[in-house]
């Protein structure tokens, strides 16, 4: 049985909560097949859907979004994800923090998840390098998932410590910021992410989070087909529009929908009556062809 939180803040009501479930619902399963036959969430939990199978959480936060214009649900104020055109080697952009780097007081390497020039998974270590930019990658890449202070080692210099400074991420020679972590918070936060080559993508669930007493409108958009290099191209297209949101909740999804490989998506938020803050996370169980 499908679980909703019970957790409501600002006077969301129990049938909000379902009709934006059912919205959430219609936008995911828009033009994807059902997920396979006997698959259910305990399966996926126990990871018995398959050897080659993996948990992702895509999460965006925007601490304020503005009355009126649409921005990213992301930091840096963005108005449009820069989706990259040629596979190239990404670098943390100069102007950071001079604690932030190797031997510093602050953040000393980041982990950055990458789709290489195919669409295949990639991961790099890029070394700070304070207020320099950092070395490239030494493969190049056609999309940046997501990126964060390395976990599997020690990655800061103060005990309890994180980012000092901004860390961006960007592909050489291009400048666009693909990822942003923010002062103090070691972790990228925007919502953008392309599925890989080779897997497809169940939705076991998903949040919204918006400010009490200030609505937003979140807006959802899907590309197929990011690895078409010529003309014509993948369209992306509004599948989800859900307007007049404030609060919080979660809900988790009985039968999850499925998303073909190499699939971008991206979401965008407007406050409707003042500035606002949103944030809106899915997570995905990737699962090999």
Not at 54 to 75: A, H, K, R, T
Not at 110 to 133: I, K, M, P, Q, W
Not at 141 to 149: D, E, K, Q, T, Y
Request: aromatic fraction near 8%.
């Amino acid at each position: 049985m499908s679980q909703t939180s019970r957790t409501v803040i600002g006077g969301l009501t129990v049938a909000t909560l379902g009709f934006l479930a059912l919205m959430a619902v219609q936008w995911v399963t828009q033009g994807q097949t059902s997920a396979p036959a006997g698959l259910n969430n305990l399966e996926i939990a126990r990871g018995l859907a398959g050897t080659d199978n993996f948990n992702v959480s895509v999460y965006g936060l925007n601490p304020q979004v503005p009355n009126g214009s649409f921005e990213i649900v992301g930091p840096g104020s963005l108005t449009e994800y820069a989706w990259p055109v040629a596979a190239l080697p990404v670098q943390v952009a100069a102007g950071g923090n001079p604690n932030d780097t190797d031997g510093g007081s602050g953040a000393w390497s980041v982990e950055v998840e990458c789709l290489d020039a195919n669409f295949n998974r990639d991961v790099h270590t890029l070394v700070l390098a304070g207020a320099s930019a950092s070395a490239q990658t030494p493969r190049n890449c056609i999309r940046v998932n997501g990126a964060a202070l390395s976990q599997e080692q020690g990655s800061v210099g103060t005990r309890g410590g994180a980012n000092i400074g901004p860390i961006v991420i960007e592909q050489v020679g291009v400048g666009d910021p693909l990822r942003t972590i923010a002062p103090g918070i070691g972790i990228d936060e925007t919502f953008a992410y392309t599925v890989p080559r080779g897997y497809t993508a169940l939705l076991v669930s998903y949040e919204i989070g918006i400010t009490a007493n200030n609505p937003a409108t979140l807006e959802i958009y899907r590309r197929p087909g990011a690895d078409i290099a010529t003309a014509p191209f993948g369209a992306f297209s509004r599948i989800r529009r859900i307007s007049g949101v404030e609060g919080y909740f979660r809900h988790t999804l009985e039968g999850p929908p499925m998303f073909g490989n190499m699939n971008d998506f991206f979401a965008q938020a407007t406050g409707m009556t003042g500035q606002t803050a949103v944030t809106f996370g899915v997570l995905l169980r990737l699962k090999l062809k």
